[in-house]
Structures are given as structure tokens and as C-alpha cells.
């Protein structure tokens, strides 16, 4: 258990709606990092906040939003959802910005749109 | 679990054996280097990592050696065992800007 958790598990919806990810950082970390993950497309960095401030952006969507609560949880919102959205996507988190430090996984939402 | 990647590039390595990973990266500006390790149905684990001014760096049974001459970066494992199995990725982090993953290797270990 890496103390990161995610929420929820397991998320079926449908084209063209709104969803939520949360992610709940280890105590104490800082940093917390989305990530992508589908068979096509492999593992794709979204985005990372650090002690509420978005401090780097990758392959984000614009359909997609985050943000990092002052309690240090964070939300991933994914709208007008399309079939290649399906995927797993894990937050982690770290005390500081990733200078020689380690970088903790949460379990993963596996998110299906139908 | 999920099948990560099923058409991954495989290393096969008899236990005990070491492994070597390896990784071409693209950005000559990359700050900091990652390896990361996936088990089957579950999330990524760091493993190590190597900042750009470095060459290697030794963890505990893994090395990870940067050429930056040539962008390339590897990841030894020594003694390999079969909770090794697992797909590896490497990360290039260019601060403040983006991750880029590598595609993944898939070791197997065989008894």
C-alpha cells in the first residue's frame, strides 16, 4: 500500500458526460501528479500540482480540468467524455517537486465510457 | 490485471541472472531520469532515478547508467528474482515542463 488513494476504483459512464477523479496524496506530500494510461497510448503524463499550484502541464485535453484542494487532495474532471478517454488514470504524489526523491502510485481509476 | 502494452518488447532472463533495460530518449534537455516498475493490475512503483548531470547511480540491486552522448539510459538488475517480472518504463523530466514515458519493456524471469 503506497498510502496514495484513489477514488473511485472502477467508473462506467457514457459519451458526452462529466466525471470526477479524486486522488488523496500520502500525508505530508506535496506534489501530486496525474497520469494516463491505455494500450494505445501508453503511459502519458497530464499534469502536476504542487501545494495548490499547477507547476507543470503535458498531455492534458482542454476537455479536461484539475485542481488541488488547500487540504492537499486533488480532483481530475474529465467532460464530454469520448470512447478513447477509457483508461486507466493514476494519480501520485511526492513530499516535494521530484529532485532525487520518491514518487508514490496510487491503485488507479479504471475509467470505461460506453 | 490489465495487459499493459500487449505488444511490448520482452527480455527474457533466467533467475539469478542480471537483467539490462534499456531506453532511447529524445530531449537532450532533460533534467532527471525515471524507472519506473508495473506489475500486472497494479500502478507504477518508482524505482530509481538519475539526474542529467550524473552517469549512474546504484540503488539496491539496481544501477542506472545515463549516456547522454547517445540519449540513452539503462537500468540493471542484479540477481534478477521472479518478483522482477513486471513492465518497465523509463521517464525523461524536463522541469517544469513535461513527462515523457518510453514505451515499457516486459521482463520475465524464468525458474
Known amino acids: 500500500d503506497s498510502g496514495v488513494t484513489q477514488t473511485p476504483k472502477h467508473l462506467i459512464t457514457a459519451t458526452g458526460q462529466r466525471v470526477t477523479l479524486r486522488c488523496s496524496p500520502r500525508s505530508g506530500d506535496l506534489s501530486v501528479y496525474w497520469y494516463q494510461q491505455s494500450l494505445d497510448q501508453g503511459l502519458q503524463f497530464l499534469i502536476h500540482?504542487?501545494?495548490?499550484?499547477?507547476?507543470a502541464k503535458g498531455n492534458i485535453l482542454e476537455r479536461f480540468s484539475a485542481q488541488q484542494f488547500p487540504d492537499l487532495h486533488s480532483e481530475l474532471n474529465l467532460s464530454s467524455l469520448e470512447l478513447g478517454d477509457s483508461a486507466l488514470y493514476f494519480c501520485?504524489?511526492?513530499?516535494?517537486?521530484?529532485?532525487?526523491?520518491?514518487?508514490?502510485f496510487g491503485p488507479g481509476t479504471r475509467l470505461l465510457v460506453l | 490485471g490489465e495487459s499493459v502494452g500487449l505488444h511490448l518488447p520482452t527480455l527474457s532472463v533466467q533467475e539469478g541472472d542480471n537483467s539490462i533495460i534499456n531506453c532511447a530518449y529524445s530531449n537532450s534537455a532533460s533534467d532527471y531520469f525515471i524507472w519506473y516498475k508495473q506489475e500486472s493490475g497494479k500502478g507504477p512503483q518508482f524505482i530509481i532515478d538519475i539526474r542529467s548531470n550524473m552517469d549512474k547511480r546504484q540503488g539496491q540491486r539496481v544501477t542506472v547508467l545515463l549516456n547522454k552522448t547517445v540519449k540513452h539510459l539503462s537500468l540493471q538488475i542484479a540477481a534478477t528474482q521472479p518478483g522482477d517480472s513486471a513492465v518497465y518504463f523509463c521517464?525523461?523530466?524536463?522541469?517544469?515542463?513535461?513527462?515523457?514515458f518510453g514505451p515499457g519493456t516486459r521482463l520475465s524471469v524464468l525458474p
Open positions: 500540482y504542487y501545494n495548490g499550484e499547477e507547476r
Open positions: 521517464a525523461e523530466i524536463k522541469y517544469g515542463q513535461n513527462f515523457v
Open positions: 501520485a504524489s511526492s513530499v516535494g517537486v521530484l529532485t532525487q526523491e520518491t514518487q508514490y
